[in-house]
């Protein structure tokens, strides 16, 4: 069945450091890929998403760019603010696998520090 | 109005309880999902219901028993719990069955 991989943490970084949270898919087909970020005592809010190969998803500074051939969906930000800290969550959708809802990752909880 | 609204947002009940949660999406959506949120585990979908019907029940013990009145709303229905079952509960919706989800706020439930 479809499966994402991610870096667990947790990440600590430093105020105006460079991020990247990676992640990785395996699914059949042509699944869309995602980035959900959940704050602490709240849900999970989409950050960004990208729908097909070679697509770039961007949304608050974060970006991520689909794969295909890496089957990965890495989440990168130039200049991380205290703000940022969360967990974050990679997921796929996959409709063509016959599959309802997303399959998600374990999650990254990102610590930044000023 | 938020777009996915879930009560109540804390839960405290024994094992012998009854209770249930409550979501209600004002987006317009056709799906909705039961996620659960445990430490150190990733998401577990629970179940889907699309246009009112149940599409998906991913070997769900029957102490966890899902409604779906309406496209609008959804419940999870708990009864003999064990502490096990203590996590945070997210109810979500989209519009098509594999699109982009949007989720509550969740439930904190906690089994004694």
């Not at chain 1, 105006?16 to 898919?25: G, K, P, R, V």
Request: aromatic fraction near 10%.
């Amino acid at each position: 069945g479809d499966s994402v991989t991610q870096m667990e943490g947790p990440v600590t970084l430093s105020e105006e450091a460079f991020l990247t949270i990676n992640c990785t898919y395996t699914a059949t087909g042509y699944p869309s890929l995602f980035w959900y970020v959940q704050y602490p005592g709240e849900g999970l809010q989409l950050l960004l998403k990208a729908t097909k190969a070679d697509d770039k998803g961007s949304n608050k500074g974060f970006e991520a760019t689909y794969r295909k051939e890496t089957t990965s969906f890495h989440l990168e930000k130039g200049s991380v603010q205290v703000s940022d800290s969360a967990v974050y969550f990679c997921a796929l959708s996959n409709s063509g696998g016959g599959a309802d809802g997303l399959t998600f990752g374990k999650g990254t909880h990102l610590i930044i520090q000023p | 109005e938020t777009g996915v609204t879930q009560t109540p947002r804390h839960l405290v009940m024994g094992m012998t309880n009854k209770k249930s949660l409550k979501c209600e999406q004002h987006l317009g959506h056709n799906a909705m999902y039961w996620y659960k949120q445990s430490a150190k585990k990733p998401l577990e979908l629970m179940f889907v219901y699309n246009f009112k019907e149940q599409t998906e029940n991913n070997s769900v013990p029957s102490r966890f028993s899902p409604e779906c009145p309406n496209s609008s709303h959804l419940f999870l229905h708990l009864h003999t719990l064990q502490p096990e079952d203590s996590a945070l509960y997210l109810c979500a919706s989209s519009q098509a069955r594999a699109g982009e989800l949007f989720f509550g706020e969740g439930s904190r439930l906690t089994v004694l």
